[in-house]
């Protein structure tokens, strides 16, 4: 099959950069898998988890929070916010952030756009731990 | 003249200085190495980032559906400045630099009659600025408990620029900190946050694709989410320079005092060798004559 190349980026380091068959991206309109020779596409990322299946067969899993990705024919670029591999994960480190989402909504001094979109994320996120914690 | 004791006493403190400096210097050299691979593996995230953001703000133009963040308010009244300094002295003059950079810039928008806010990030820099724009200063944030700069620190004081300028609080916004060019260099740099400097067109290698783009959701409202990210990604890389500046000041700073230290040390054996010579030969003296007086 052919491969292409993922990189996986947060802000803090490249986590990731190497020749892969194909990628599962926790899109924000659902879930999509690229392979190679997809269709440029643009498209922001809800928390969850990407799997990253590696030319070899080999697959790894990553917790990410947010961010988005950048398909190419020729690769892909996934700039997320945080991302860990499921096997590091530190469960506390989501309830910290849905602990921190649930007191911003509580304060309350948002608009409802805002809102709105904060209590997208908090419903990601608790789904999220639920896979996660099932895994 | 000061005595022997005195004298002693003297080269005694001096050593311990020099010990201290010297120990300092070489920490600052570890946590300088550190830095600077922190914000080596920063880099290509920012670089990405602002490849990917050419493209869409190409893709979605300058038309009304841009984001206010990208655009601004339109007005240039009230300038809110972000000066991130270092929340520890003893690094020379890395903190009155930017801290003088970002005067010279407040005293200049005063006399054009603009209100300025100033947000301080770093200790040191609130510590200098409040001298003499107290009342200007709105909030400062503190990172002295913060060992490692992670990207949630940067993103904190991104969402409070943005929650700011969702109030209405200011119309532009200018970052200041310090660029790390070299362990001896330095350079105070002002970055415009908000409205966002339209990206340099970037390299277009790929120009070919940038033309069939598929966005999902559409490239306005991806534009949203990635201008607020890019905020705290700029605050971020912003904040790892200025460690590693901070550190390659210190380390410089550190070496100059422990110099200074062993000149002063060597100075003070000198004297303290001469005056015991001279004792050494007055006893003697005393003696002598002494002797020949019986």
Request: charged share 25%; hydrophobic share 45%.
């Amino acid at each position: 099959m052919a491969d292409f190349n993922f990189e996986l980026v947060s802000p803090e380091r490249l986590l990731l950069s190497e020749r892969v068959s194909e990628v599962v991206i926790p899109a924000t309109e659902g879930e999509m898998t690229v392979m190679a020779n997809h269709a440029p596409t643009m498209t922001t990322i809800k928390p969850g988890i990407v799997t990253v299946k590696a030319a070899d067969g080999k697959v790894t899993r990553y917790v990410v929070f947010g961010g988005f990705a950048d398909i190419l024919p020729t690769g892909c670029t996934l700039l997320a916010e945080s991302a860990v591999p499921v096997s590091e994960l530190d469960r506390s480190a989501i309830d910290k952030r849905i602990e921190a989402t649930k007191a911003e909504l509580a304060e309350g001094s948002h608009g409802d756009e805002y809102k709105t979109r904060l209590e997208q994320f908090l419903a990601e996120l608790t789904q999220l731990n639920g896979i996660v914690v099932a895994a | 003249m000061p005595s022997l004791k005195d004298l002693k006493n003297r080269i005694a403190s001096v050593k311990a200085t020099q010990k201290i400096t010297k120990a300092m210097k070489m920490v600052a050299a570890a946590k300088l190495r550190r830095a600077q691979e922190a914000a080596e593996a920063a880099r290509p995230y920012s670089q990405r980032m602002s490849a990917v953001l050419s493209n869409i703000a190409a893709a979605v133009g300058s038309d009304d559906s841009a984001p206010r963040l990208m655009t601004g308010t339109g007005k240039n009244h009230t300038h809110l400045l972000v000066v991130c300094t270092a929340e520890r002295g003893l690094c020379g003059g890395f903190n009155s630099q930017i801290a003088r950079f970002a005067r010279d810039h407040v005293r200049k928008l005063l006399a054009e009659g603009k209100t300025v806010k100033i947000v301080c990030v770093g200790k040191k820099g609130f510590d200098i600025l409040r001298r003499e724009f107290a009342s200007l200063i709105i909030d400062r944030v503190d990172l002295r408990e913060v060992k490692k700069i992670g990207f949630e620190n940067a993103d904190l004081i991104g969402k409070k620029i943005i929650g700011l300028f969702e109030k209405g609080e200011f119309d532009v916004c200018t970052l200041f900190y310090s660029e790390f060019k070299s362990v001896i260099s330095q350079v105070p740099t002002a970055l415009q946050l908000i409205p966002a400097a339209a990206p340099a067109e970037a390299v277009s290698t790929e120009a070919g694709a940038t033309a069939i783009y598929e966005y999902e959701p559409d490239a306005g409202e991806i534009l949203s989410d990635l201008i607020p990210r890019n905020i705290s990604v700029q605050v971020f890389r912003a904040l790892l320079e200025n460690v590693a500046g901070e550190m390659g000041a210190k380390m410089s700073a550190m070496d100059n005092a422990t110099r200074n230290a062993g000149e002063m040390i060597n100075k003070l054996t000198l004297s303290y060798n001469r005056q015991r010579q001279a004792q050494i030969t007055k006893e003697l003296i005393e003696i002598i004559s002494g002797a020949e007086a019986l």
